[in-house]
C-alpha cells in the first residue's frame, strides 16, 4: 500500500476529511503519512473554500493507535529517528496552531502518535468506542507528541497519572481529564461530518450533536489521583500508593511495576516541567528527549518485548529506580545544539 492509499483526502463542500486509511495496522502512522498530511493541511490552511478539517481512521477498531516504531528500531537507523520525530512534531504543532477548526473524531483506539494528530486539535470529539491511553513509559518511552503540555494541563494530577501509568480512558473519563471536548454517539457520525460538508460551525454542529457518556469512573479516584500522583520524584509517587487504600493504588502500583524505570524518572520531570512551557519549547524538549531516549536500550527493549517477540517480559536497563541516577536523566534534557528542532520543514 502506498503513502496515497495509507491516508486519504477528501475535499467534500466545505470539509477537507483526512482519513488513516490502515486498518490491520489500526492506523499506526508511518513517516510518509506524516509528509502528506502536513503537505495537505498547509493547502487546506491557505484554501479559502475549506472551512473545517475533520480527521478519522478507517475501520471499527482505532482512530490511531500510534506511529510504526518498528522501523524505529531497525540497525543503524539514526538519520530516521531524527528525521521521524522532527516532522511528527512539526505536524503537531501544525494542528496545534491550526488557522481553522480542526475536528478530531476519536473513534476507537487513540494512543501515541494517534494523540497527537487528535488531542492538540482545536475540537475532540469522543464517541462510544473511544480508548485514550499514553502507554510510553511501558516500552521505555515518554510521553511524547505534545504529552508534555496537555497532559500537565489536565485537572489536578491527572496528567501525571496518566502519563506515568498508562490508564486506559473511555469517552467519559476523557471529558473528565479535559482530553475531550465533547461525546457523540457513533450513530450520528454520518450526521456531523454532512453537517460540517454543508459549512456548519463546527463547535454549533458538535453542541447540537453532543450527548452525555455517562458518569466518569476516573471522578471517583480523583482525591486520590491528587495525593498520590503529587510527589516530585516517582519514589514519593511509589510510597504514596503504598500508603493509599484501595484496589485502585494497588493496580497502579502494579503498573507502574512494569514500567521501564528509567522512563519514568524522565517523564516525570518532562510532565513538571511542561507546566511552564508553551507548545513549542514543549515539542523542542521532546525533541531532545526522543533523540536520546529512543536510540537506548529500554526502548529497544520495549518494542521488542510488545511489538516484535510479545513476550511482554521487557529486561530493563537499569533494573531499578534506586539505580537511576539525576546525572542519567538530566543528560537527557541537555540542548542538541545545532541539532535543536526547528519548526521550518526540511525534508
Known sequence: MSAMDEVLFERRGALGLITLNRPKALNALTLDMIHEMTTRLE?????????????????????????????????????????????????????????????ALIDGIAMGGGVGVSVNGGLRIATDTTLFAMPETGIGM???????????????????????????????????????DGHVATVKNAV??????????????????????????????????????????????IVALEDEEGAWAVKTLQALEGKSPFALKVALRQLRLGQALDFEDCM????????????????????????????????????????????????????LGERELSFTAER
Open 142 to 180: 515518554f510521553p511524547d507528541v505534545g504529552g508534555s503540555y496537555f497532559l500537565p494541563r489536565c485537572p489536578g494530577e491527572i496528567g501525571m497519572y496518566l502519563g506515568l501509568s498508562g490508564a486506559r480512558l473511555k469517552a467519559a473519563d476523557c471529558l473528565y481529564a479535559g482530553i475531550a
Open 43 to 103: 493547502d487546506w490552511a491557505a484554501d479559502s473554500g475549506v472551512a473545517t478539517v475533520l480527521i478519522r481512521g478507517a475501520g471499527d477498531k482505532a482512530f490511531c493507535a500510534g506511529g510504526d516504531i518498528r522501523a524505529l528500531v531497525e540497525p543503524d537507523n539514526a538519520a530516521y529517528i531524527a528525521g521521524f520525530f522532527a516532522d511528527e512534531y512539526r505536524l503537531n504543532r501544525l494542528i496545534f496552531r491550526y488557522p481553522k477548526p480542526y475536528v
Open 284 to 335: 523542542a524538549m521532546e525533541y531532545r528527549l526522543s533523540q536520546r531516549v529512543v536510540p537506548g536500550h529500554d526502548f529497544r527493549e520495549g518494542v521488542r518485548a510488545a511489538v516484535i517477540d510479545k513476550d511482554r517480559t521487557p529486561s530493563w536497563r537499569p533494573e531499578t529506580l534506586a539505580a537511576v541516577s539525576e546525572e542519567m536523566v538530566l543528560a537527557c534534557f541537555a540542548s
Open 192 to 237: 456531523m461530518i454532512a453537517r460540517l460538508e454543508e459549512g456548519e460551525a463546527a463547535d454549533s454542529v458538535l453542541r447540537d450533536l453532543s450527548g452525555s457518556p455517562g458518569e466518569a469512573p476516573l471522578a471517583e479516584h480523583r482525591a486520590a489521583i491528587d495525593r498520590c500522583f503529587a510527589g516530585d520524584s516517582v519514589e514519593e509517587i
